[in-house]
């Protein structure tokens, strides 16, 4: 009886680099999308806190959606501007 025959496996194909222009794409999609779910969730709580605490008004709604959207912001601004992380040292890269 003769051996099976090996099948060879082709090479794993090598990553290319992702160009920069969707890298900024992705961050401010992320950073969309984040903004929707913070805000979302404090306007949720506005409301919440609105109905049970304070009688129906309406500060607490615009309140509470106005620290969802800073703290997006925030998060966008530290995904987007690395120098802004406190302790943060960003390295050129090396050019051997």
Known sequence: ???????PT????IAAPI???????RKFDNCVADLLVNA???????????????RRRGWPVALSTGFGAGVAYSNCNYSLN???????KVLP????
């Open 82 to 88: 690395p120098y802004v992380l406190p302790g943060t």
């Open 40 to 54: 979302g969730l404090g306007f949720g709580v506005g409301v919440v806190a609105s109905v049970l605490l304070f």
């Open 10 to 13: 082709p090479p794993a194909p």
């Open 19 to 25: 160009p920069s222009e969707d890298q900024i794409a």
């Open 93 to 96: 890269a090396n050019r051997s």
């Open 1 to 7: 009886m003769s051996a099976p025959a090996v099948i």
